[in-house]
């Protein structure tokens, strides 16, 4: 068990429709990534989080939103969805603001997946 | 072109094989150098973990970096079917903007 726990596990959808994941770091850690993992692009790094702050930018889609609360805890927020948006998304959090740190681990969560119909 | 390049596999070999696993990269600002590892239906979990060029062992792992090839390798020695998971490498650079970018993904199985 890495820590970090996202809800929900799993979620189908219909095209056009808004969803919202969610994601609880462990204990401590201020950080929070948001990857993308489909079958044909493996991961994708999304956006990060520091301690409620915006700090990096990946390939994430205009429709796609994220924030971090106050209490730590992110949402990822996808909208007017895609049948392409159909994949696992991962959340990972660890103690470092920026760069890989001491020992670079991210610890991920087991993932959401998402199923657009 | 992928800034991480990584062979999908799937790769099978048979129990106490030695397996090897490869990456290469394009960014030469890449400083830091990852393995994980992604068993079915789970995160991915940290295995390995070096800085800038050279070599790592833990116990029937080891990783190496060449920088100035960019690329990267993980070896099994006495591989166990417990090993059958997906190997992603990972890597990023200095600076502050943290992006920890992945390859593909190397589906390995061991067979008993």
């Known amino acids: 068990d890495s820590g970090v726990t996202q809800t929900p596990k799993h979620l189908i959808t219909a095209t056009g429709q808004r969803v919202t994941l969610r994601c609880s770091p462990r204990?401590?850690?201020?950080?929070v990534y948001w990857y993308q993992q489909s079958l044909d692009q493996g991961l994708q790094f999304l956006i990060q989080y520091y301690n409620g702050e915006e700090r990096a930018k990946g390939n994430i889609l205009e429709r796609f939103s994220a924030q971090q609360f106050p209490d730590l805890h992110s949402e990822l927020n996808l909208s007017s969805l895609e049948l392409g948006d159909s994949a696992l998304y991962f959340c990972?959090?660890?103690?470092?603001?920026?760069?890989?740190?001491?020992?670079?681990?991210?610890?991920f969560g087991e993932g959401s997946r998402l199923t657009v119909l | 072109q992928k800034e991480v390049e990584q062979d999908p596999g799937p790769l099978s070999v048979p129990e106490g094989a030695i397996v090897s696993l490869n990456c290469t990269y394009s960014?030469?600002?890449?400083?830091?150098f990852m393995w994980y590892r992604q068993y079915s239906r789970k995160g991915p979990e940290l295995l390995m973990y070096?800085?800038?060029?050279g070599n790592k062992e833990d116990g029937r792992f080891t990783a190496q970096v060449d920088k100035s090839s960019k690329y990267i390798s993980l070896f099994i020695r006495d591989s166990q079917p417990s090993d059958s998971a997906t190997y992603l490498c990972a890597m990023s650079g200095v600076d502050s903007s943290y992006k920890l970018i992945f390859g593909s993904g190397t589906r390995l199985l061991v067979r008993p």
């Open positions: 960014n030469s600002a890449f400083q830091y």
């Open positions: 204990s401590g850690d201020l950080s």
């Open positions: 070096t800085y800038s060029s």
């Open positions: 990972a959090s660890s103690v470092w603001e920026g760069g890989a740190g001491v020992t670079g681990e991210l610890f």
